[in-house]
């Protein structure tokens, strides 16, 4: 019984001890993650930003999506893939404005291509669709017509996926460039004249993908929205 009772008072002596160190071990624990919340972490550069003249200091339009985009909720790579995807979405619609503003100006592919006929199983013609807007020749493109641009676009996408530097390249495990955190660039690596890339050659490209991209939205609108461009405002 002596027994006993020195081994119960031992365990009772053990508990507070016990209780205290998991206690200690929370406390810890909530400091270190609050230590890493307050902590002030370094700004991913954003490249190309738009600035936005303040009082205080010069800030860019945006800076408080990018920091959270890039720091809180992505990393570095993801203000890489961000900017790629800037940068494809400016050069698709600056080839959308050429285009369209050929065939405003009837620079169409019926004053240029040998061929009469756009689909001879469709029998529709380039000269039929010089006639139409540029939309409604859109939507008279045959499926056809519609994969192959489909297709031709996929090849571009795939070649940047497992292409680094103009060159094939895969790692160890099978994974392509493209797939790997920061490993889409926007840069296919194909420079056939050889041009320098300079920094501001590449903001240029960035800030007249950005014009195209508002230029190709306006004159989409006041082709499908009767009176959506110029907007009327009251004064």
Known sequence: ??????LAGSAAAFAPAQQGGAARTTTTTS???EKELLEIKETVPCFGATPL???????????????KLTSEYGSEATGTFLRAA????????????????????GWTLDNISPHE???????????????????????????????QMFCAIALVELYELTHKDGKWA??????????????????????PLSIAITERRRLSEL???RAAM?????????????GSVPLNLPW
Request: charged share 15%.
């Open 214 to 226: 508002f230029a190709i939205c306006a004159w989409v609108a006041a082709d499908a929205v009767q």
């Open 86 to 105: 800037e940068l494809k979405h400016g050069r698709s619609a600056m080839i959308a404005t050429v285009g369209y503003a050929f065939h405003k100006f």
């Open 170 to 191: 895969m790692d160890e495990g099978g994974v392509a460039p493209g797939l790997r955190p920061g490993g889409l660039t926007g840069d296919l690596g194909w420079n």
């Open 207 to 209: 800030q007249n993908g």
């Open 1 to 6: 019984a002596a027994l006993l009772a020195l």
């Open 53 to 67: 003249w303040t009082p205080d200091q010069p800030v860019f339009i945006g800076e408080n999506y990018w920091n």
């Open 117 to 147: 006929y756009l689909s001879v199983t469709e029998g529709i013609k380039f000269a039929d669709l010089a006639a139409m807007t540029p939309l409604d020749a859109m939507r008279s493109v045959p499926a056809e017509g519609w994969t």
């Open 31 to 33: 400091l270190s993650a």
